[in-house]
């Protein structure tokens, strides 16, 4: 999972297994989250999204889990493919009800790693 | 096809020089955002703005400026008085009468002091 630090947590994964990336995010306020990937030297790109008052959303190959108990979200990639080797991001709508200018706080990244 | 472009890709700079990172979308976004990020790290805002003419400071604005003249423009400039400029800068917008939406990101700027 993220945390704090220079050296990000990494994931190897062999073609066809699933992955999981952890995020423990920080405040209980938080209203929204969204999990971005990011391929080495461009923009993080939008994976998914889930409000707090969901615990579950999937889209295609993937599904984000919110447990707001423990302040845990996960992201889950079904059968995964070489192309989905990236940096993967959480993060969190510090605002109440999704304020409109959408401040959001980062988390460290994972590094997921598919072999072939 | 609507989207954010971010100039230049590269960049290099001599200490002690300002250098303006360029910033454009056509997604009639009203909301803007500069983040800095560093190797190994997550994303840090610098500014963003909500509307033409207002911007506000984010967690790590020294050193930095930004203006809002234009809808799809948002300019982030990085002055002398930033210590360590060298990072890759991301800008982003975001719709703002949707709640609860993500932000698009560009492809951003890869910054260097000689």
């Known amino acids: 999972g993220e945390s704090v630090g220079l050296h990000l947590p990494t994931l190897s994964v062999q073609e066809g297994d699933n992955s999981i990336i952890n995020c423990a995010y920080s405040?209980?306020?938080?209203?929204?989250f969204i999990w971005y990937k990011q391929e080495s030297g461009k923009g993080p790109q939008f994976i998914i999204d889930i409000r707090s008052n969901m615990d579950k959303r999937q889209g295609q190959r993937v599904t984000v889990l919110l447990n707001k108990t423990v302040k845990h979200l996960s992201l889950q990639i079904a059968a995964t493919q070489p192309g989905d080797s990236a940096v993967y991001f959480c993060?969190?709508?510090?605002?109440?009800?999704?304020?409109?200018?959408?401040?959001?706080?980062f988390g460290q990244g994972t590094i997921l790693t598919v072999h072939p | 096809d609507g989207g954010i472009t971010q100039s230049p890709k590269y960049l290099f700079r001599k200490e002690g020089q300002n250098v303006t990172l360029s910033c454009e979308q056509n997604?009639?976004?009203?909301?803007m955002y500069w983040y800095r990020q560093d190797p190994g790290q997550g994303l840090r805002l610098i500014y963003y703005?909500?509307?033409?003419?207002?911007?506000q400071k984010g967690d790590i604005a020294e050193g930095y400026s930004v203006s809002r003249e234009k809808k799809e423009s948002f300019p982030l400039t990085v002055t002398s008085a930033q210590k360590n400029p060298t990072a890759f800068y991301l800008c982003a917008s975001k719709e703002v009468l949707a709640n609860y939406n993500e932000q698009f990101f560009g492809p951003g700027t890869r910054l260097t002091v000689l």
């Open positions: 993060a969190e709508n510090m605002g109440a009800g999704g304020t409109s200018y959408g401040k959001l706080t």
């Open positions: 405040n209980s306020a938080s209203d929204y």
């Open positions: 997604l009639n976004h009203d909301a």
């Open positions: 703005s909500q509307i033409v003419n207002d911007f």
